[in-house]
């Protein structure tokens, strides 16, 4: 066995903190998780750099704040900084990834690692993308789980059985990503509704989100509507618990002394909202809910301080944390290692353009007046729930003798714009993809 560690990171892609038993016992989603997480560091203040996902995961893997990395949309390519795929490809360290989502293969985010797209029904290129739309089309139609991440998860157990140390790998999990479509099983897990509640309550939860009116600024969702949807998507989580479940299982049966020497961390790029400031999703928000992430380290050689679980931490702290462990020659960044101490954590959001513009394209057409667009841009200051300070640059309203906002601007001035190396072009398979989230 080396010593050199190995690092496996799961995004479990918009799961908010507080529906995850680990955080709420209240939520019965994630019983492994909750019993993995007594061998684990539980991050009680971990807070996301952003609150989508191409923003927090350049962000993580660069240890670049969203305004440094400068990628903030489709067909741009992150700059010259190494990523930690690079950094520990150079190391010595096998780099791979498995997932599906388009924003993870747009703006070089991936770098150095050599991806796996997971897709169940991989067909060539020109056929792939119609027989891709008509399945998309009848999945919806007939509210058919999709099975994309067990596919992923299947993927990287076959590679983690075989991997050669020391190695990193990313797994990105979609599920509890909008819109919810989990199997009866799963919905019957939290709900006493039939098939029939389920159905109509997708069909509710499509017409919503798939407008981006309805997703931002205003829907007609009723209380027990949003009840359901809270319930599917709460049968998506646990959906994705059984498969971590087996991934984690399986790897520390097979391969009990790589297991050993391996630092897990799981994570969630960002919450989601349902309702709260008249929002479905995640955008033009600074709540909690979106930007409070779970994290949760699994860490048996003990490289991180048992104190830091109750510290504030961000999730672009990863990058100088594990450079630190595994040895990585890592550029200097605006991150903290998760061993030292950080006195507030700051967020950055600034919206896709190619989404914004086709929201205001739909308000436009429904008339929706121009008072409602919401912030284009905010920044935000974070120490805890109660003290925290949101900025929006085109209304900048605050008070510059408040503490945190002079905190707040002075982080925003003293970091650098990282130049792009230009743009690239999405491909269609990317921007179906995106499509079918909801983005374009
Ligand atoms: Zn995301």
Known sequence: MTSKPNILLFSIDSLRRDFCTVYNESEKTTPFLSSFSNDCHVFQKAISP????????????????????????????LGDHPTIAELATKAGYTAKSFGFNGWLRQGATLRGWEHTKTDPWPLPDGLGHYAKKIYNNLSRRTFTHKPEDEHTISKALDEIREINEPFSMFVHLQGAHYKYRPNYTAYRRFSDGGRRMMYSCSKKQQKVYNSKVGRYIQNDMTQSEREEVLNMYRGEISIIDDLLSDFINTFREQRPEEYENTIIVLFSDHGELFGEDGIYGHNFSMNDGLIRVPLIIYDPINAIDECSQESIVQLNDLYPTLSRICGFDAPGTNSTDLNDDREYAFVHYEAAQSMYANMLGEMKEKNIHKDKIPPR???????????????????????????????????????????????????DEVLDNLREMGYL
């Open 377 to 427: 841009e905010l920044y935000s200051i974070w120490k805890n729930e109660n003290t925290k300070r949101v900025l929006d640059p085109n209304q900048n309203k605050l008070d510059k003798d408040d503490i945190l906002v002079s905190r707040l601007n002075d982080h925003l001035q003293s970091l650098d714009r990282l130049q792009r190396r230009g743009n690239e072009t999405a491909s």
């Open 50 to 77: 952003s609150i989508w996902t191409l923003a927090v995961h350049t962000s993580l893997f660069t240890g670049l704040y969203p305004r440094e990395h400068s990628i903030n949309d489709k067909d741009q390519i």
